[in-house]
């Protein structure tokens, strides 16, 4: 299967841009939501967290409080490390799972993984092709302090853990640039979802000698 690898710092698009393929039935799957599932109620990785944390880390009906667990661990780098230390080998086999699941349909079929943390991880290992969604810094805070009513300084601390801009641009195949409308992106997209088609056929053919 071709995998196409989509990431970009906090709030550059990634999600936006997501549906755009989605729209095309392009199988996305997004790390984000894998590292929600690996917390669930009932999962070992959140009885870890609890441990650490104490029971006031999760809410009346058992689930993680996650916006008091990124105020600690956007604060502290000690407890980013940790909880990344849990999560991450934990994120990276179920993603793996799931591309093992979305077998192709067709030998012009791709799939996209979405990730914040592509580069920072090992997951750029699991893809063919890195797609790079970007918008400057003021962007990114103005459009996630819109979305998440988090604060300004908060988002910067996202920021400063992430790769830094000009090396995440340095990594990518192909750049999208989501300063515009997401009008504007349409046509972007279209054009990569052409290229990306033939290529994964490409690489079908030349997989079958
Ligand atoms: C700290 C947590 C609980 C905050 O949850 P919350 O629902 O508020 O945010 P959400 O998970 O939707 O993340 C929002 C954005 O924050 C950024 N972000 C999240 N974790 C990290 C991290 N470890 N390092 C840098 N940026 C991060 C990403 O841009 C992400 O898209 C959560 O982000 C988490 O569990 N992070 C650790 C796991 C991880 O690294 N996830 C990233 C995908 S692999
Ligand atoms: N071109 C655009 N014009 C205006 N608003 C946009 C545009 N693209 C995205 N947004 C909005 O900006 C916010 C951030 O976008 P999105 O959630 O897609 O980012 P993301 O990269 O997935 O973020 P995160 O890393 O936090 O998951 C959202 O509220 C989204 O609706």
Known sequence: ??????????????????????????????????????????????SKIAQRF???????????DRKALRKIVFETPRQRDWLEQLLHPLIRDRILLKLE?????????????????????????LVNHIVVVDVDEAIQISRTTARDMSDTEQVKAIIAAQIPRAERIAKADDLIDNSGTIDDLKPLIEQLHNKFLHQARQERESDHG
């Open 1 to 46: 299967m071709f995998v196409v690898g989509l990431t970009g710092g906090i709030g550059s698009g990634k999600s936006a841009v997501s549906r755009l393929f989605e729209q095309r039935n392009i199988t996305v799957i997004d790390a984000d939501q894998v590292a929600r599932e690996v917390v669930e109620p009932g999962e070992p990785a959140l």
């Open 54 to 64: 104490g029971d006031g880390i999760l809410l009346a009906d058992g689930n993680l």
């Open 101 to 125: 699941q979305s077998q192709p349909h067709s030998n012009a079929e791709y799939a996209i993984l979405a990730s914040p943390l592509l580069l920072e991880t090992d997951q750029h290992l």
